[in-house]
């Protein structure tokens, strides 16, 4: 097992999309990418997400193998 292995990832591509979906008109550069970057760093539940797939996995009884 690769204990480095990115599990999920964003990118700018993701963020205009959601953009564009939303008809969202802003400025995207390099600063304001590091804006969203930081808030949705600061936004999302990391640990709640991972407990959540984990509890998952043990209940459908995937985690011993």
Do not use: C, H, P, Q
Request: negative net charge; charged residues 30%.
């Amino acid at each position: 097992m690769n204990k480095e292995r990115i599990i999920y990832s964003l990118s700018v591509e993701d963020i205009m999309n959601v953009m564009d979906e939303n008809n969202i008109k802003l400025k995207l550069n390099e600063k304001n990418i590091r804006l969203i970057e930081d808030i949705i760093g600061d936004t999302i539940d990391w640990r709640g997400a991972i407990e959540f797939a984990l509890s998952e996995l043990k209940n459908m009884g995937l985690s011993n193998g």
